[in-house]
């Protein structure tokens, strides 16, 4: 999986668990607030194990461009992920 598929699938998962969040917040629904909320944390959490720089290993935040800001290494986000 490459990285920029690995950010997408991340944030897919974060936005559901968003959306299933303020459904059960409307609904009254106590096991879908939760549900939801397990769902973005884990988006969340995919997202910083998952999408880092594959020279220094730090996460590469929301608007990071073609290279690291930390090492300057260039990011291959449609080559494969060596960390996953």
């Known amino acids: 999986m490459t990285l920029r598929e690995t950010r ?8 559901l668990g968003a959306w299933l969040t303020l459904v059960g917040t409307q609904a009254g ?16 959490i995919l ?9 220094c290993g ?3 935040r929301w608007d990071s461009g073609p290279r690291c800001a930390a090492c300057g290494a260039e990011i291959p986000w449609d080559g494969e992920n060596s960390s996953t």
Do not use: E, I, T, Y
């Open 29 to 44: 629904s106590v096991w879908r607030m939760g549900l939801g909320l397990l769902a973005l944390l884990g988006g969340l």
């Open 8 to 15: 997408r699938a991340a944030a897919v998962v974060a936005v």
């Open 47 to 55: 997202d910083a194990a998952q999408v880092r720089c594959p020279a």
């Open 58 to 60: 730090r996460w590469l």
